[in-house]
């Protein structure tokens, strides 16, 4: 029994440490040779530029009671309930319990439940 465990160790010694080393340094290896290899190919690169329409100001104002957003034809607004003050008669109006239901729990993660959709009826003039 011992001459064949020498004989076995012998044979399988070195891929077996060669397989440990890589199952325990693997992880650390990738993600050093990711940070400091791949991070400084993608910190040199261009920014991504998803539209080149001007995007609008936003910014933080002092506070106030309410505030008026007009929606332009065929956009949507949701708000929560508590939020919502008064509203046009000529915009539709629904209560959604969850934004999107493709994505339930990340709509709840994010607070993206019992929100009031404000849709503009009007079709745009092209």
């Not at 011992?2 to 693997?26: D, H, I, N, Q």
């Not at 690169?45 to 936003?58: C, F, G, K």
């Not at 239901?101 to 849709?119: M, S, Y």
Request: some cysteine; charged content about 20%.
């Amino acid at each position: 029994m011992v001459y064949y465990g020498k004989r076995t160790w012998e044979r399988v010694r070195v891929p077996l440490v060669v397989t440990l080393l890589l199952f325990f340094l693997a992880p650390t290896v990738w993600r050093l040779f990711s940070y400091y290899v791949i991070g400084r190919l993608i910190r040199s690169a261009r920014p991504i530029v998803l539209s080149l329409e001007r995007q609008p100001n936003v910014g933080a104002t002092t506070s106030h009671v309410s505030f008026d957003l007009p929606l332009g034809p065929d956009e949507v607004l949701w708000i929560k309930e508590g939020f919502l003050q008064a509203s046009d008669e000529t915009l539709n109006k629904r209560t959604r319990f969850i934004l999107k239901w493709q994505i339930p729990f990340t709509c709840l993660a994010c607070g993206l439940f019992e929100v009031i959709e404000i849709r503009n009826p009007a079709k745009r003039s092209y």
